[in-house]
């Protein structure tokens, strides 16, 4: 047994989250150390980053962190190849990322970016996909085997005490129906494990579209090249305004039919404000606190997205609910699974996945690996075959390298709850008189 | 803890209608400055500006003595300013002190009167009044009124500090400058130096410059008001001109440098001999390493009318002249930032559709397609794309595109009338994109022009 198969093989182990990092950094690196050797083999980018940076031996962990990419690597492909159609080429940049051979996907007629995608499914390569406000798309490489592990991992969920999957939950996700997001494919995964087969309810039964997304840096590129006309700038802000209205009066039908099953188990997966919402409308409707069923899992995450709410949100929705379960955790899209959180809040360290806290710049460790530290997320996650997953992220964290600690009944690793985002460059007050055509588009299109 | 954050902050001075201020009570981490006192920061409109009514010759001589001073640097000021902004600024050692080096030659007497010859169409009209008689008979006159004036300055060249000071007494008006964290040093060094050679003088009275941290509401809603100030002039910097525009409105008007990005266009006449080539490789490395590409005017994307071939040979010339340190480029002086370094990875694995050539050490590097690409190129990075004809490449000129570098020269005249159209501003010769700017049009207007106030006497 190699020692990526040993860390891979704690899933859903009684330790699995709580390892001390003495008996799990040895096995860490030597995992790191095995999948570099092999990678470095497959991805001449990472072969030539590893030659470049002078990485040659992992003496300790650190030694991994020049070997980090940026998310910008997941979108670097031009994207002239998508408004050109030109799939053959996107094809050939993902290959670059990818460690298996992208031969046998058939790219006969394919009209946009979501059948490119659903020919990338088909032919085994099951890419999970990401969106800022560029509107720039990043594709993230998944096999078979990475699939599988997402699955494995949320055949149990609500960790400490864990729920088994037994189709016995109503399933409301406030979301679309299905698409390339990790959000969806875990939801849907949750959905087929844990929900009852009649009764699974969406925001929208739409296919999330990335052509929707794509669109959007289209328009971009169009009124960078002074194309656009007025009305199709508006057009373009018309349709982001009205899928919104659509969306509030299916919200509203979701939260009728949340309120009537209140009293059987059901798992609602949103954000945060889509929580507070239901709670207010719920209120509304004269539902006192506490009726819902011990059984029923309330699955969120994620930030507040400006929405102004007060600073116990958390509380009251809890105390809105009452004695239910929940699921929450640390982690993003290009994570093969997120750090579960524990029951004083904390979220643990899952075995596979090595963090890192960076300095500001996200450039050196920003101490050593003890005690408490707090700087730039980055990790690298051992577990993904289809691609090299070390990153650097814009999240701002504290992390507890201590075995033990006052504030947590459980012992490992832990992220403090107190997560942020660092400042976007140009937000530092240096000025310069250079500058782009973004400054120039303003409006929804350009925020 | 940062390693940065372990060093004790760097002492900033503020200057205050002509006093040093010193004092490190508001500490930003990097750097501390003196605590700032807004009400020290206006002039009443109860009163006239100190050098409102000083002759515009004895402004004049003022300046040209300050920039004999910053030339011998007596005490050091200078100096001491170079040192600080070398340790924490951004830009290399040798282009800081080659641009140190330039400042003084910005104060000649001959710049000064061509700066306004040029941007007001005349002397007089600072000291005194114009007289126009319109067809109906009716007499006017009319005078540049020096201004209230609140400049929001760049840090990416210390030209900048220098000229704003320049316009600024020039105006004979009431100038408050905003220093940006990327040089807290200039603009009070120059005053200084004013300040040692006209203690008390009227024109050292006239101006203040203060750091505080851009978009800061507490300062900045009390101090950008009409009753204070008449103009905002800001450079650049997407953000502090949305900052800016949250105070514009009647009586409060914004001079906007607007932040901008350069091109050249290369025709197929730098084919005509290898020594034509190599010489066209040395304009364009030029003007796209101004301040390490860091500026405005530095060229960014470079579209040729060539074949990839030729494409190619000119792509190697050029990133080996890239690697050559110049009057305001280093050698290899720039760190690409790693969001960049993945994208010009990413692209390096596309070949044959990209080629690169040049590697993340601050040498350069040239991307080569056939397409623009979709990011930002800075830190000596720049985009060759093909074309078939230089006319074809105007639409990738628009409202953000500033300097457009052309060879040969004679191909200007065909062009620049269609970039104008599509929104560029400036076309120069390739090779020639520094300088300027200073006694004609820059941004789009006579910045002096723009500066004053228009007043009139009517009969």
Known sequence: MTARETLLGMLHQPNCYTMPQSELVPLQLEAARELLAERRQQLPILDRRARETGVDRLEKLDDLIPLLFSHTTFKSYPNSFVQNGQWDRMTKWLGTLTTTSMDGVDLTQVEDIDDWVSRLWAAGHFVNTTSGTSGKVSFLNRTKGDADLLRRYLQRICWPEPILPENKHHIFFLGPRSGPYMLLIAANHVAEMYGRPDSRHYLSDDRLRLTDITRMAEMRLKMAEGRATPSEIAAAEENARNQGVEMAKRFSEMVDQIIRLRHEPMIITGGWLQMWQIMEAAKARGVPNGEFHPDTVIQSGGGLKGANLPADYREQIFEFFGHVRTQQGYGMSEMSCGFPMDKDGYYHQVPWIIPFVLDKEGVKPAGPREGVVEGRYAYVDLSNEARWNGLITGDRVTIDFRETRPETRLPGLVVHPNISRYANIGEEDKIGCAGTIDAYISGEIGA | ?459
């Open chain 2, 1 to 459: 803890m940062t390693e940065l954050a372990r060093i004790a902050p760097v002492a900033v001075n503020h200057f205050v209608k002509g006093e040093m201020i010193a004092g490190g009570e508001a500490n930003y981490g990097a750097f501390a400055t003196p605590a700032l006192d807004i009400d020290s920061l206006v002039w009443q409109r109860t009163e006239a500006g100190p050098a409102f009514f000083t002759p515009i010759a004895e402004i004049m001589d003022v300046l040209v003595a300050t920039g004999e001073r910053m030339q011998t640097d007596p005490s050091g000021v200078l100096t001491e300013a170079f040192e600080a902004m070398a340790q924490v600024g951004d830009l290399d050692r040798g282009v800081l002190q080659r641009a140190y080096e330039l400042l003084p030659k910005m104060f000649a007497r001959d710049w000064l009167r061509f700066l306004v010859e040029g941007e007001l169409g005349g002397v007089d009209i600072l000291d005194g009044w114009r007289k126009v008689t319109d067809p109906s008979g009716r007499t006017a006159q009319y005078r540049a009124f020096p201004p209230r004036l609140v400049h929001v300055l760049a840090g990416n060249a210390p030209g900048v500090a220098a000229i704003s000071i320049i316009r600024g007494a020039l105006t004979k008006g009431i100038n408050l400058l905003k220093l940006p964290s990327n040089d807290l040093f200039t603009a009070t060094a120059i005053l200084q130096t004013m300040a040692e050679v006209a203690p008390g003088h009227p024109l050292t009275k006239s101006f203040s410059a203060v750091y505080w941290k851009g978009g800061d509401e507490n300062v900045e809603k009390y101090l950008l008001r009409p009753i204070f100030f008449d103009k905002l002039v800001a450079w650049g910097g997407e953000g502090s001109l949305r900052s800016a525009k949250k105070y514009v409105g009647p009586g409060f008007e914004l001079v906007a440098f607007d932040p901008k990005t350069s091109i050249s266009m290369i025709g197929r006449e730098a084919f005509a001999s290898p020594e034509t080539l190599a010489e066209v490789a040395e304009a364009a490395a030029t003007d796209i390493c101004l301040y390490d590409q860091s500026a405005c005017t530095s060229s960014r994307f470079q579209f040729i009318e060539a074949s990839m071939e030729e494409a190619e040979a000119y792509c190697e010339l050029l990133q080996a002249e890239m690697g050559k340190e110049r009057l305001t480029a280093s050698g290899c002086g720039v760190r690409i930032p790693p969001a960049l370094r993945e994208e010009i990875e990413g692209l390096r694995a596309l070949e044959p559709f990209y080629k690169v050539w040049g590697e993340s050490d601050g040498r350069g590097v040239v991307v080569l397609s056939e397409d623009p690409v979709d990011f930002h190129p800075e830190a000596k990075t720049v985009n060759v794309v093909v074309v078939d004809r230089l006319e074809e490449a105007v639409r990738y000129a628009g409202v953000a595109t500033q300097t457009v570098g052309i060879y040969p020269p004679e191909r200007k005249v065909d062009l620049r009338d269609r970039l104008a159209a599509a929104g560029a501003q400036r076309v120069v010769t390739l090779g020639t994109a520094l300088g300027g700017g200073v006694g004609i049009p820059h941004d789009g207007f006579f910045p002096l022009h723009r500066l004053v106030r228009w007043v009139t006497d009517e009969c």
